[in-house]
């Protein structure tokens, strides 16, 4: 593999050839060449080239990452590879391309205007079925974040009381869960509840124009927790609410992922940039987890236009979706790989379960040792509890 940086074990091969040279000489001369070897791997290590992968580089790759929407701290960890050095360290120029409504970030990545996208894996699968050849190169999200919420007199506790409701849906990919949801329940959104078409805010439920909302934990359902209730003049909390979560629920499906272009997929060059990539995302994932407020800074001076009580509450659910990562970060977990194509193939999303090519845990892997003794499960991190304010400021 084609690897433009120096890791910390080469650095200690370069410690033992020296070792081994001197054998033949007097003790003396053994000793002076272990030292200069030794002096010379601690001020590696002291000037950052012993922590993963980091060191001079010959050269440095341009890399475009396209996010699926506009900037926030879903996409924190890469915000702060950026502006902590990170990738430069990993020999990477990255530049991030923001998302919206009308951008499909895998379709940017099948074109060549990305070289790697974000992307929820049921929306990059009906993508890659309809031949954009992408691959899942590193699980991120090991959790689902979307929930369909509601206000308690409503009486919506389970998907089976949709039963004659106004049921919200953003549409776009973003209802799989939520369908499944109900065939498992044994309703019809055709004959026992209406979906309604939402917007990408809480409005309608807090209007009283839907019964339940989709909303992620990350950020619609906090909007409504930044609401005033008129009632008591107070925001909404979370004791006014119930929460429908399709982790509980069974129909969970994965969610953001790092893909890559499986036609370059196997090329040298193109793999040893993807691990190098990797790894360098999952170091800022890692300095968002054990730096929050520091990594909320930098998603608002990308320009995020959500305010700083709101972003920090998405970085908390962020990491929650994250952490912890059994495999390590990135890897994928078979069983909810299986349960996100049970429901995408059940619900029509998918014709058929795609080929073993459509994700590999083979680079995610060999980041996760080029990271070397970082922390990459998370197992013993714990959620902060994050006051909210009006309007999330």
Not at 20 to 37: F, H, I, N, P, Y
Not at 160 to 165: E, I, V, W
Not at 340 to 367: C, H, M, N, Q
């Amino acid at each position: 593999m084609f690897n433009k940086t120096k890791p910390r074990w080469r650095l200690f091969g370069v410690l033992v050839a020296l070792v081994l040279a001197a054998a033949a000489c007097s003790s003396s001369e053994v000793d002076d060449a272990v030292g200069d070897a030794a002096d010379t791997v601690a001020g590696d290590l002291a000037d950052g080239t012993g922590d993963g992968a980091m060191a001079d580089c010959e050269s440095t790759d341009d890399v475009t990452l396209q996010l699926q929407w506009f900037a926030q701290s879903q996409f924190a960890g890469y915000y702060a590879a950026v502006a902590e050095g990170i990738y430069d360290k990993y020999c990477l120029n990255v530049t991030i391309a923001e998302g919206g409504v009308d951008i499909v970030p895998q379709q940017q990545l099948g074109s060549g205007a990305a070289d790697y996208a974000i992307s929820w894996v049921p929306k990059a699968l009906g993508s890659r079925a309809e031949g954009i050849d992408i691959v899942n190169v590193a699980q991120i999200f090991q959790r689902s974040g979307t929930l369909q919420v509601s206000f308690k007199e409503s009486g919506i506790n389970s998907p089976a009381d949709f039963a004659g409701k106004n049921i919200g849906s953003w549409g776009f990919g973003n209802e799989f869960e939520l369908l499944a949801g109900a065939h498992k329940a044994g309703l019809d959104e055709n004959t026992d509840f209406t979906i309604v078409g939402q917007n990408f805010d809480m409005l309608a439920l807090i209007n009283g124009e839907i019964d339940a909302a989709q909303a992620m934990t990350y950020n619609e359902y906090a909007q409504v927790l930044e609401t005033i209730n008129p009632e008591t003049g107070e925001l909404f909390t979370a004791d006014d609410l119930t929460v429908i979560d399709w982790n509980e629920e069974g129909t969970a499906m994965l969610q953001d992922a790092i893909w890559a272009d499986g036609t370059k997929l196997g090329d040298a060059a193109y793999d040893d940039q993807t691990t190098r990539f990797i790894a360098a995302s999952m170091e800022g994932w890692i300095w968002c987890r054990d730096n929050a407020d520091a990594c909320v800074n930098h998603v608002l001076d990308a320009g995020s236009t959500l305010g700083a009580t709101h972003q920090t509450w998405q970085l908390n659910e962020i990491n929650k979706l994250i952490w912890p990562s059994a495999g390590g970060i990135g890897i994928m977990d078979q069983g909810l790989w299986d349960q996100t194509i049970e429901v995408a193939t059940s619900e029509g999303v998918l014709a058929e379960a795609p080929d073993d090519g459509a994700f590999t845990t083979k680079y995610a892997a060999e980041a996760i040792d080029m990271l070397g003794d970082m922390d990459t499960t998370g197992d013993s991190w714990s959620p902060t509890t994050v006051v909210l304010t009006e309007g999330g400021e």
